[in-house]
Nanobody, 119 residues
Framework: VQLVESGGGLVQPGGSLRLSCAASGFTFSRYDMSWYRQAPGREREVVASITSGRGDTNYADSVKGRFALSRFDARNMVYLQMNSLKPEDTGVYYC?????????????WGQGTQVTVSS
C-alpha cells in the first residue's frame, strides 16, 4: 500500500497550491479519502474528506470556500485545490485512506508534504 503526496511548497498569502495524492496497493474506489494537516506544536487535524461512491465532501470550517477536494477513481488519485491561502494553513499535509476490508478497518497514511504560507 502506498499513498504518495506531492504539490506542497512555499507560497505567499493569497496564493494557491494543488496537492496530489497517488494511491496504489488497495481498491481505491472503496475507500474514503481525506487530507489532514499538522502545524508545528499542534495536533493533526482533518482538513477535507471525500466519501467513496457518491463522493460527498466535507471541509473543516477554517477552509470552507477556499479548498476543494476531488477524486478520480480511474486514476487512483485525489486532489486538494487550495486557494486564498493564509499563514495559518502552514503545516505538513497528509493523505489518508480509510475503508473496510471484511471486518477490519484499514487506515493508510502518506508521508506528508510541507505547505508553507509566508511572505
Amino acid at each position: 500500500v502506498q499513498l504518495v503526496e506531492s504539490g506542497g511548497g512555499l507560497v505567499q498569502p493569497g496564493g494557491s497550491l494543488r496537492l496530489s495524492c497517488a494511491a496504489s496497493g488497495f481498491t481505491f474506489s472503496r475507500y474514503d479519502m481525506s487530507w489532514y494537516r499538522q502545524a508545528p506544536g499542534r495536533e493533526r487535524e482533518v482538513v477535507a474528506s471525500i466519501t467513496s461512491g457518491r463522493g460527498d465532501t466535507n471541509y473543516a470550517d477554517s477552509v470552507k470556500g477556499r479548498f476543494a477536494l476531488s477524486r478520480f477513481d480511474a486514476r487512483n488519485m485525489v486532489y486538494l485545490q487550495m486557494n486564498s491561502l493564509k499563514p495559518e494553513d502552514t503545516g505538513v499535509y497528509y493523505c489518508n485512506a480509510r475503508g473496510w476490508l471484511g471486518y477490519r478497518l484499514n487506515d493508510y497514511w502518506g508521508q506528508g508534504t510541507q505547505v508553507t504560507v509566508s511572505s
